[in-house]
């Protein structure tokens, strides 16, 4: 199993660019979460799908966009890029929501 | 009051001490407990579930304590390589009902 993974892993993205971060698990997981990391601090969820076809907004949604069209996929949407969004960002999968999540090695994105 | 709550640290400990870490929680509702270990510019990683009962896994002891909404670490024989950050993590009965992470706590072990 290779468990959840991210492309790309690094990116630098110009004021006003677009870009799809992608995530993928092959644990026939339900659960995918997007989280963001700034430097030094705590993980904030993003978004969030309990399953194929369902998104919801985690605690910082404002800017980014979801899908969730298979159990497999759970790419990030980024629009119009801020400085503001540069950042770590982690996916992340459960099988249930109150279920230990696991990590993708994460996407560093700069936004200049 | 942060829903999940760490000591941000650092602990700074020689190699070979015991240190603990406690993290408070705001649910008395909660039921699954975990703590996941951060490296330097890494995902996190599941170090270990917390049951009722209490549960060790070699030199990493965790409890749980219901009736004042704490968990704890115990990292015994500390080791260079235990340095990272530490993070508390709760299911909070929110929508999805899903894990919580507290803002972790930095261990650093020096020689």
């Known amino acids: 199993n290779a468990g959840v993974t991210q492309t790309p892993k690094f990116r630098i993205l110009k004021i006003g660019q677009s870009m799809t971060l992608q995530c993928a698990q092959d644990?026939?997981?339900?659960?995918m979460y997007w989280y963001r990391q700034d430097p030094g601090m705590g993980l904030k969820l993003i978004y969030y799908?309990?399953?194929?076809?369902?998104?919801d907004k985690g605690e910082v949604p404002n800017g980014y966009n979801v899908s969730r069209s298979t159990t497999e996929d759970f790419p990030l949407r980024l629009e119009l890029a801020a400085p503001s969004q540069t950042s770590v960002y982690f996916c992340?999968?459960?099988?249930?929501?109150?279920?230990?999540?696991?990590f993708g090695p994460g996407t560093r994105l700069t936004v200049t | 009051r942060k829903e999940v709550e760490q000591d941000p640290g650092p602990f700074n400990v020689p190699e070979g001490a015991t240190v603990a870490f406690n993290c408070t929680y705001s649910?008395?509702?909660?039921?699954?407990f975990f703590w996941y270990r951060q490296d330097c510019r890494k995902e996190p990683k599941l170090l270990m579930s917390?049951?009722?009962s209490g549960n060790e896994d070699g030199r990493f002891t965790a409890q749980l304590n219901r009736a004042s909404q704490y968990i704890s670490l115990l990292i015994r024989d500390s080791k260079l390589s235990d340095s990272a950050t530490y993070l508390c993590?709760?299911?909070?009965?929110?929508?999805?009902?899903?894990?919580?992470f507290g803002g972790g706590t930095r261990l650093m072990v020096k020689p």
């Open positions: 649910n008395s509702a909660s039921q699954s």
């Open positions: 644990m026939n997981h339900n659960y």
């Open positions: 992340a999968s459960s099988y249930y929501g109150h279920y230990e999540q696991y």
């Open positions: 799908s309990v399953g194929a076809g369902i998104t």
């Open positions: 917390v049951y009722s």
């Open positions: 993590v709760v299911n909070f009965n929110n929508a999805g009902n899903m894990l919580t």
